[in-house]
Antibody
């Protein structure tokens, strides 16, 4: 059974760096085809894909964060970390961690989601 | 970037009625790379339909998807109380995922 859970601060100040951790179970990011990504949702707004990292350390980023985001993995801990620099009020959102498998029947879609974590940006 | 436009923004229907949701892409996309998600308040989205027309695991058969090119449709044949929620379409292309802005199916 695949599960994912996000953790990190609930409040950050403008210009600070946000670090979010996704801790997962039920699969390994050393297994060919596996990927973990991040999607955010500002309050009352639509979903926005941010970043994704694959088992082979390939990474891709969505256009909304441009060079502000970095995604990394720690396979020994079953964790994926998303870092976003220079946070601003527009970055206030619920951040979801998601699973994807290039070898799964549901490729290229997100078949498992974490519960999400709300991050507010305010001074 | 491919833009997905969903319509209508809100659909007001009664239980038992048929719901038809639309998703139009700004350019032609591969049907295999189109999905629909359902999101209830306070919850994460759930994958409903992938490959434009295949139901995900444990999704009831009252949900169906269709479409090709730039026009895709999600149909709920007979609305159950638990189906009143937000629905998003999504596409994948050029190593990037984009979502529509969502359609809210609300109880009339």
């Amino acid at each position: 059974q695949i599960t994912l859970k996000e953790s990190g601060p609930t409040l950050v100040k403008p210009t600070q760096t946000l670090t979010l951790t996704c801790t997962f179970s039920g699969f390994s990011l050393t297994t060919t085809g596996m990927g973990v990504g991040w999607i955010r949702q500002p309050p009352g707004k639509a979903l926005d894909w941010l970043a994704l990292i694959y088992w082979n350390d390939d990474k891709s980023y969505g256009p909304s964060l441009q060079s502000k985001a970095t995604i990394t993995k720690d396979t020994s801990k079953n964790q994926v970390v998303l870092t976003i620099t220079n946070m601003g009020p527009v970055d206030t959102a619920t951040y979801f961690c998601v699973h994807i498998s290039t070898r799964g029947k549901t490729w290229p879609h997100f078949d498992y989601w974490g519960q999400g974590t709300l991050v507010s940006v305010s001074s | 970037e491919i833009v997905l436009t969903q319509s209508p923004g809100t659909l007001s229907l009664s239980p038992g009625e048929r719901a038809t949701l639309f998703c139009k892409t700004s350019q032609s996309v591969t049907s295999s790379y189109v999905a629909w998600y359902q999101q209830k308040p306070g919850q994460a989205p759930r994958l409903l339909i992938y490959g434009a027309s295949t139901r995900a695991t444990d999704i009831p058969d009252r949900f169906s998807g269709s479409g090709s090119g730039t026009d895709f449709t999600l149909t709920i044949s007979r609305l159950e109380p638990e189906d009143f929620a937000l629905y998003y379409c999504q596409q994948f292309g050029r190593s990037s995922w984009t979502f529509g802005q969502g359609t809210k199916v609300e109880m009339k």
